[in-house]
Each structure stands twice: as C-alpha cells, then as structure tokens.
C-alpha cells in the first residue's frame, strides 16, 4: 500500500497556496472555473454522442432508415457543437498550464534574486567545486595543491 507523504504534501502547499491566493489569483481561478466547465461540457457531449451512436446502431439493426437519417443529421449537429468544446478546452488546458509556469518562474527567480542569495549560491557551489577538485587532484598530484594552498 502506497502511504501519503506528509513532507511532500506541505512543499506542495508551500508552491501551489501563493499562487491561488497571491496577487494574481483571479486570472488562476477564472481559467480554471472556465476548465471545469468546458471538461462537464466534454463530458456531456461524449455521453450524447454515446447515445447517438447508439441510436443509430439500432436504427440500422432494425432497417428503419429514416430513423437512421435521422440520428446521423442529429449525430453531425452534435459534432459541430463538440468540436469548439474540445478544442476550446484543450486552449483553456495549455493557457492555465502557461499562466503556472510564467507565475512559478517569476516567483522563484524573485525569491533567488531577492537579497543577493544568488551570492550565497555561487559562492557555495564554489567551494563545494573546489572540495571536490582537492580530492580528486591532491593524492595524484600532490605539489599543484602545495601550489594552489600557498597561493591562497
């Protein structure tokens, strides 16, 4: 049994929390009430299309052909309102999926070039660099790291 990640969950709150209840929130949520709507309008048409098949299916088991004109002038009037839906919600999909990413990546290069932690980050990554070159190069080479500690 899979068990729920608590440490994941609260990093999950911690991105997700700013930006349906940040400054920019009515954005995220219009184009998400927007999803839902045209996903139970997908929904609806997959259904009747379901139906319509259907229809005509038996149309044609029991030889009736103007029931089965019928159900396939209905089938196609149906499909010229599924068409728009589907794409219209594929569109919606991909411009909220956008709106996240340009949110998530103006949020956390905010928060990296805020103070001048970008220092921090480098400076560290330096001397973990270096820490990893001295091992690596100190047993085989031992007079360059005499060098390189009497260049300090």
């Given at each position: 049994m899979i068990r729920f990640d608590q440490?994941?969950?609260?990093r999950f709150k911690a991105i997700a929390v700013p930006y349906w209840f940040g400054e920019d929130k009515w954005?995220?949520?219009?184009?998400?009430?927007?999803?839902?709507?045209?996903?139970?309008?997908?929904t609806g048409v997959d259904v009747l299309f379901n139906q319509l098949t259907g229809e005509f299916t038996s149309a044609l088991a029991a030889r009736d052909?103007?029931?089965f004109w019928n159900s396939i002038?209905?089938?196609l009037a149906v499909l010229i309102v599924a068409v728009p839906i589907h794409a219209f919600y594929y569109y919606v999909r991909d411009k909220l999926a956008l709106h996240w990413r340009r949110w998530l990546t103006r949020h956390l290069l905010g928060s990296y070039f805020s103070r001048r932690a970008y220092f921090y980050f480098v400076r560290l990554s330096f001397n973990l660099m270096l820490r990893a070159w001295r091992l690596a190069f100190c047993r085989r080479i031992p007079w360059l790291c005499a060098a390189v500690d009497a260049y300090r």
């Open positions: 440490h994941l969950w609260h954005p995220a949520r219009g184009l998400l009430a927007l999803l839902v709507l045209l996903l139970l309008g997908q052909e103007d029931r002038k209905l089938c």
